[in-house]
């Protein structure tokens, strides 16, 4: 009977589930292009987020809420508002966290690791990331009508940390709709951007770290 119930779910999860369609090479090398043109001529982008992280050991859920600013050259903030008030803030070389009402500012520089996530961070909300194969290795493929890029990070720092990113990308706008990052402990967060402006004139108040 748990054999039965075993090949019922099995064969369930596939109709309900169909797999992504994976693309041709050529087709993934025109539909990077595209994203990279795309992220080219972004010089500022802001937008609401959820955020969920899946703890594999605890078998938990966490969700948190915020808006995200980001400004060519080196500038990004996410603002968490709940359930915890946070703030991350990158300008340049320098990092302030803010979080209890207190803040404390660092050396980006000080930590190539440090480095390495900021960079990602930053690449990911654009999909600029993409094409950086000194980083990644990218698999394009089609799911329920958006484009879906597999990172498998190449980099020792990367591999140390993260098992893969996933970027479900709108084909339309050529724009990230969510960031998926796979922890090599097994934990997951999705990071699902919503309301997403596009050079739109941001305060550099908003990025200044003191």
Partial sequence: MKRLLFLLTAVLTV?????????????????VRSIEQAAAGINSLECDFVQVKELSLLGDNITSRGHMYFKKPGKLCWQYTSPTPFAFVVNGDKVLIRANGKQNVMDAGSSR??????????????????????????????????????????????????????????????????????EKSGDRTDITLHNTKLNTAINDQVFRIH
Avoid: H
């Fill in 15 to 31: 109709l309900l589930c169909p797999a992504q369609k994976p693309v041709s090479a050529s087709e993934q090398a025109q539909m």
């Fill in 113 to 182: 690791v440090f480095q390495e996530v900021i960079r990602i961070m930053m690449s990911s909300v654009t999909g600029s990331c993409l094409t950086d194969k000194s980083c990644f290795s990218v698999t394009m493929a089609k799911d329920k009508g958006l484009w879906v890029a597999k990172l498998v990070p190449v980099k020792k720092e990367l591999k140390r940390m993260f098992a893969s990113i996933v970027l479900r990308i709108d084909p339309q706008r050529k724009m990230v709709k969510q960031v998926t990052l796979v």
